[in-house]
């Protein structure tokens, strides 16, 4: 791959791919969901044995489930609060004939963690603190709904056994607790593979965010949850 198509990932692939959805879920594709190239990359990391259960928080129309089942023998779930990309996502697994997809409609603190393998988080709580990232108005959105989410997310993450598998796309991976590393980066460190390689330490986890919040380190990409 080379440097132009680090940069922009997006591509004549997503144009073609984004035809399956709705012209207003479409419009939405340059900044909302995952690239097809990325999704791509996203799957062969994620999916390390056949049948892996692969959870997509926040999976919008769920684009990188759609993705990942067509090129993987993996099993993705997406969760999504708003009901229309739900049903966006939904009819296109129907019309792709992905019978390994399933896009649910709920919000991420109704869903175990403990059912899956394997974790995708493109960035899903950052419009609760941007207006840049709002899509709409159809769900609550405020910074105390962002730390909610990310320190669920956190907890639920923690709890998983060593070598649980997270990547994140995009953002400051705020979701992260302290006890996974970042084994590799792609796409100009957009995207992120964590690993979970430590006991989840609840006394580190309360303290909560790092000012920093996830950063380039001596020893590479470290997670923005605090350390001792």
């Given at each position: 791959?080379?440097?132009?198509?680090?940069q922009d990932p997006r591509s004549v692939e997503d144009k073609?791919?984004?035809?399956?959805?709705p012209p207003k879920v479409r419009k939405l594709s340059s900044?909302?969901?995952?690239?097809?190239?990325?999704?791509?990359?996203?799957?062969?990391?994620?999916?390390?044995?056949?049948?892996?259960?692969?959870?997509?928080?926040?999976?919008?129309?769920?684009?990188?489930?759609?993705?990942?089942?067509?090129?993987?023998?993996?099993?993705?779930?997406?969760?999504?609060?708003?009901?229309?990309?739900?049903?966006?996502?939904?009819?296109?697994a129907t019309r792709l004939r992905l019978d390994t997809v399933?896009?649910?409609?709920?919000?991420?603190?109704?869903?175990?963690?403990?059912?899956?393998?394997?974790?995708?988080?493109?960035?899903?709580?950052?419009?609760?603190?941007?207006?840049?990232?709002?899509?709409?108005?159809?769900?609550?959105?405020?910074?105390?709904?962002?730390?909610?989410?990310?320190?669920?997310?956190?907890?639920?993450?923690?709890?998983?056994?060593?070598?649980?598998?997270?990547?994140?796309?995009?953002?400051?991976?705020?979701?992260?607790?302290?006890?996974?590393?970042?084994?590799?980066?792609?796409?100009?460190?957009?995207?992120?593979?964590?690993?979970?390689?430590?006991?989840?330490?609840?006394?580190?986890?309360?303290?909560?965010?790092?000012?920093?919040?996830?950063?380039?380190?001596?020893?590479?990409?470290?997670?923005?949850?605090?350390?001792?």
């Open positions: 791959m080379d440097d132009s198509e680090e073609k791919f984004d035809q399956i959805y900044l909302h969901w995952t690239p097809v190239r990325v999704a791509a990359e996203v799957a062969k990391l994620l999916v390390t044995a056949p049948g892996a259960r692969v959870l997509d928080v926040g999976c919008g129309p769920g684009k990188f489930c759609l993705v990942a089942a067509a090129l993987t023998d993996g099993r993705f779930t997406g969760v999504e609060q708003r009901k229309d990309l739900v049903l966006a996502g939904q009819q296109a399933k896009i649910l409609h709920g919000n991420v603190t109704d869903i175990a963690f403990v059912d899956y393998d394997a974790f995708y988080l493109y960035n899903p709580f950052e419009e609760n603190m941007s207006r840049g990232h709002k899509i709409d108005s159809a769900v609550p959105l405020s910074p105390v709904l962002f730390k909610k989410y990310n320190n669920h997310v956190a907890a639920q993450l923690g709890s998983m056994p060593f070598g649980t598998r997270v990547v994140t796309y995009a953002g400051y991976a705020d979701e992260i607790p302290a006890c996974y590393d970042c084994a590799a980066t792609l796409f100009r460190d957009e995207l992120k593979l964590w690993i979970k390689n430590r006991e989840y330490d609840f006394a580190i986890e309360r303290l909560g965010l790092a000012s920093s919040r996830s950063h380039r380190g001596p020893i590479g990409w470290a997670s923005p949850r605090q350390r001792p």
